[in-house]
């Protein structure tokens, strides 16, 4: 009997940038990854679909034997007003 080849997982979280569009769909970028992008008609299909795309991103990066990076530090984002003349 053939003994099963038992693989090993690791969870790893990265940033995601979901940007709001005109018609209610939302742009997915990864600052870790630039390149790896995509889209959804809601917001709930774009989460969907940046985990799709990264997963697959990822398992291309394990194929080609290049590194994956963890993140390491979280980034700060925050609203900056200022005052222009009109």
């Known amino acids: 009997m053939a003994k099963k080849q038992i693989l090993k997982k690791k969870i790893l979280s990265y940033f995601a940038v979901f940007e709001p569009e005109r018609d209610?769909?939302?742009?997915?970028?990864?600052?870790?990854f630039p390149g790896c992008v995509t889209f959804g008609h809601n917001f709930e299909e774009a989460r969907k679909m940046a985990e799709e795309v990264l997963s697959l991103w990822l398992e291309e990066l394990t194929?080609?034997?290049?590194?994956?990076?963890?993140?390491?530090?979280r980034p700060i984002i925050d609203e900056v007003r200022v005052a222009v003349a009109v």
Do not use: C, H, L, Q
């Open 24 to 32: 209610g769909s939302y742009s997915v970028s990864f600052p870790n």
């Open 63 to 73: 194929a080609r034997s290049e590194e994956i990076p963890e993140t390491k530090s």
